[in-house]
């Protein structure tokens, strides 16, 4: 896997660097700031961004303000948003409609490196991987009763916010994964998840069962 890095703290970068370099990982460049990073993309595509949210020159929104702008542009790219914080508004906007190949972990999961290599491993193969606290303050305004779901859609929903794809709840529940599409459409409706809502609907259901 070819990787770019954007981490102001060195010591951190380095780290990182490090890791993905030990685990057989091409780490591209590694930069303390978004803008090295948006230029070296123009040249050339990592298959993976790893950035973190607050950098220089503000240290507010740099890193997801570069995310947004990546996905718009190389949309090819995945991106890992690493951050002590949650910045919802550039978030949402990140994990639009076609929320894929997108990751946003608390830096206290860097700390667990199996966790952190899995969830670039799932960014890489096009699935969304997010901290089940970054969930809860995106859309903390929201929440609906899961009394109406089945006993198999409540199975569906919770595998989802482990971060399995559709493919691999089918292989967890040894069932096809087009019974796992209907399984989350059904979710979706009877949750009154519209897809033109605005916000991704897969997240939202994640969000009412760890509220739940």
Same mark, same amino acid.
């Given at each position: 896997?070819?990787?770019?890095?954007?981490?102001?703290?060195?010591?951190?970068?380095?780290?990182?660097?490090?890791?993905?370099?030990?685990?057989?990982?091409?780490?591209?460049?590694?930069?303390?700031?978004?803008?090295?990073?948006?230029?070296?993309?123009?040249?050339?595509?990592?298959?993976?961004?790893?950035?973190?949210?607050?950098?220089?020159?503000?240290?507010?929104?740099?890193?997801?303000?570069?995310?947004?702008?990546?996905?718009?542009?190389?949309?090819?790219?995945?991106?890992?948003?690493?951050?002590?914080?949650?910045?919802?508004?550039?978030?949402?906007?990140?994990?639009?409609?076609?929320?894929?190949?997108?990751?946003?972990?608390?830096?206290?999961?860097?700390?667990?490196?199996?966790?952190?290599?899995?969830?670039?491993?799932?960014?890489?193969?096009?699935?969304?991987?997010?901290?089940?606290?970054?969930?809860?303050?995106?859309?903390?305004?929201?929440?609906?009763?899961?009394?109406?779901?089945?006993?198999?859609?409540?199975?569906? /929903? =919770? @595998?989802? &916010? %482990?971060?399995?794809? !559709?493919?691999?709840?089918? #292989?967890? +529940?040894?069932?096809?994964? $087009?019974?796992?599409?209907?399984?989350?459409?059904?979710?979706?409706?009877? /949750? =009154? @998840?519209? &897809? %033109?809502?605005?916000? !991704?609907?897969?997240?939202? #259901?994640? +969000?009412?069962?760890?509220? $739940?």
């Amino acid at each position: 896997m070819r990787v770019m890095l954007a981490e102001d703290s060195a010591l951190l970068r380095e780290g990182i660097r490090s890791l993905l370099t030990d685990e057989g990982h091409d780490v591209v460049a590694a930069y303390g700031s978004a803008e090295g990073l948006m230029q070296r993309l123009e040249a050339e595509r990592p298959d993976v961004v790893v950035l973190d949210v607050r950098m220089p020159p503000t240290h507010t929104d740099e890193g997801v303000r570069a995310a947004v702008q990546i996905r718009a542009r190389w949309p090819e790219v995945g991106i890992l948003v690493l951050s002590q914080y949650v910045e919802r508004e550039f978030t949402q906007v990140l994990l639009g409609d076609d929320a894929r190949a997108v990751g946003y972990l608390l830096k206290d999961r860097v700390m667990g490196v199996d966790d952190f290599l899995d969830a670039l491993d799932r960014v890489q193969a096009g699935g969304l991987v997010l901290d089940p606290d970054v969930v809860r303050q995106l859309f903390r305004d929201t929440s609906h009763p899961l009394g109406m779901l089945t006993e198999r859609e409540r199975e569906v /929903l =919770g @595998l989802m &916010a %482990e971060g399995r794809t !559709n493919a691999g709840i089918a #292989a967890t +529940l040894f069932v096809s994964t $087009s019974a796992v599409e209907k399984h989350s459409n059904a979710i979706f409706d009877k /949750l =009154g @998840l519209l &897809a %033109e809502d605005g916000y !991704n609907r897969r997240v939202q #259901a994640i +969000l009412r069962y760890l509220e $739940s």
